[in-house]
């Protein structure tokens, strides 16, 4: 085979517009009979030079912009409008790498659709960019394939990954507030441990005097502040290095994300969240025809939390052996009655996606109300927590001046 190249181009589709771009191929006339395929009328064809100056593309390593569930949501509602509207999947591709915003996400629908044009299935080009495209949109984009409703199958995926951004931003406006001030009440108390304390300590030590117990305890800090505080940081920035390279991994998720949901007030959030995620999910796979063992290990996979992961381990040794899906389930802890019932009755009147549909619309609203009442309670604990904390450090920064007034009396 002869070594591919860029080729830069300059095309007219069908109503006259004129179209620039780029396409890897082994000669000219692979890229003027690629034109065509695509509806171009090829204008100019030439050798693409990397750029010089100005014209070259600026790219710094580990800064590349990640694909997040939005852009795929948009990707896909796009790419299910053309093909429904009559536009070939080649034509759609390339429209979609034209435009997408997201040049990471750009770069790999071009390698697509180079994959495609050589005779590769679009589920199988996609398999090829895992990093990109989840499992459960390879799957339900296989089956749309299989099936003949491939618009229907991005619509599906569409609707679910809308969801779940919607879904995730609840959570997140339910947990910014607290997070931010937290940190920012952290970062505080260390400013104040470190840069303010010792100058209350040398100026009460010129004075004289015992220091009352609550200023000698703040004192102490600071000492161990100011010897542990660099350490910490260090620790802190090594820490995330790591967490970002590990908490994906099995010994992490066994131990982190089983407690996730027994915290305190957090963790029944999180649980109606991931049985929100594994009821969507679900619901989706088996609407578009993905076989129900199929759904069932990648809605494992997609579920984002150990526990649940584990449950669906067993539900698929349960559907392997001819028995129920809600079996399984109403002897997991973290599936609430409710929804195991919900299935079974699914099973039985063979309507589990409508049920399924259901379970996820109840504990998307659960998840809404929920966060609602943990914004309205959070505030207020926030802003008392912060002034006993600040508080309290200026009132016994303060205590030694009441006993030196008391000493000169």
Known sequence: MAATQTYAYRGRDTSGKVVKGRV????????????????????????????????????FGGFTKAVGLKDLAVMSRQMATMISAGLSLLRALHILADQTENPTLAKTLETVRNDVETGVSLSDAMRKHAEIFPPLMINLVRAGETGGFLEGSLESIANNYEAEVKLRGTVKSALTYPVIVLIMAVLA???????????????????????????????????????????????????????????????????????ILKLPVFGPLFTKVAIARFSRNFSTMMSSGVPILQSLAIVGETSGNWVIEQALIKVQDSVRTGKSVAGPLSAEPVFPSMVSQMIAVGEDSGAMEQMLSKIADFYDEEVTSTTEQLTALIEPLMIAFIGVVIGGMIVALYLPVFTIFENIK
């Open 24 to 59: 890897d191929a082994a000669t000219e006339a692979a890229v003027a009979s690629r034109l065509r395929t695509m509806g171009l009328a090829p204008i100019s064809i030439s050798e693409a030079s990397a750029g010089t100056g100005l014209n070259r593309e600026i790219t």
């Open 189 to 259: 108390v260390i400013g104040m441990l470190i840069f303010i304390v010792p100058i209350f300590e040398q100026m009460f030590a010129n004075l004289g005097g015992e220091l009352p117990l609550p200023t000698q305890f703040l004192v102490l800090l600071s000492k161990v502040m100011i010897w542990i505080g660099p350490p910490l940081a260090i620790g802190a920035v090594f820490f995330s290095f790591w967490w970002r390279k590990n908490k994906n991994t099995d010994r992490v998720r066994r131990i982190v994300e089983p407690a």
